[in-house]
């Protein structure tokens, strides 16, 4: 997996958020500021102008750039949270050419631990966490398994897709959700809902 390939997710995940800004801002209108889908739409369009603007020869320098701009463009917890895991991604990938699927697992894995930090939050809390940690897990079976990538980024993809929707019967104790108590109960947390299409998108 060259910088093509996270190039090429990353524009597919402007693709897909932009498909999806609505259904993730009717999401967050349950149980947050109802802005999720519209930050993330216009984060991500701010990260591709600056793939295009600035040329990065590794899938580090790529992420850490993405990381980068997410934090600087994306309003509320989505930007700090969103541009640590892609900056742990950049930071743990180094100035590799190429990156192999352990290489990526073992980033990825990293880079969860970075955001349970910063949100200082754990499975079960009904956020982001909840799609990417098994996500994670996923692709960290599937590379000790010796599964080709396109097998174990599926698997990923079907752990977060998983993981996003188990969120709805679970009372949020994080964030703006956690607010809301028992009210937070039978909706899907918007973070978890973006993360599960942000891993989707790695499927080629």
């Known amino acids: 997996m060259d910088v093509a390939f996270f190039r090429a997710w990353i524009e597919e995940i402007v693709r897909v958020l932009s ?7 009717r999401l967050d ?23 295009a603007e600035t040329p990065q020869e590794t899938p580090g320098q790529l992420l850490t750039l993405v990381g980068t701009t997410l934090i600087r463009r994306v309003g509320g917890a989505s930007g700090p949270l969103y541009g640590t895991l892609f900056r742990q991604l950049g930071k743990s990938l180094g100035e590799a050419r190429e990156v192999s699927l352990d290489e990526l697992a073992a980033a990825f894995t990293a880079a969860i ?10 499975e079960g809390d009904k956020t982001m966490v909840d799609a990417l940690a098994p996500a994670s897990r996923a692709l960290s079976a599937a590379a000790e398994d010796g599964i080709k ?11 977060a897709a998983g993981g996003a929707k188990a969120t709805i019967p679970l009372q949020a104790r994080k964030g703006r959700a956690s607010y809301l108590g028992p009210r937070s109960v039978g909706h899907e947390d918007p973070g ?13």
């Open 19 to 25: 498909i999806n800004r609505d259904l993730l801002t």
């Open 29 to 51: 209108a349950a149980i947050g500021d109802a802005d999720h889908g519209t930050n993330l739409d216009r984060g991500f369009t701010s990260v591709r102008q600056a793939l």
């Open 113 to 122: 631990e970075a955001v349970k930090r910063l949100g200082r939050a754990a």
């Open 149 to 159: 990538p396109d097998d174990a980024l599926e698997r990923a993809a079907v752990a």
């Open 192 to 204: 978890a809902a973006s993360a599960a299409l942000l891993i989707a998108a790695l499927r080629p």
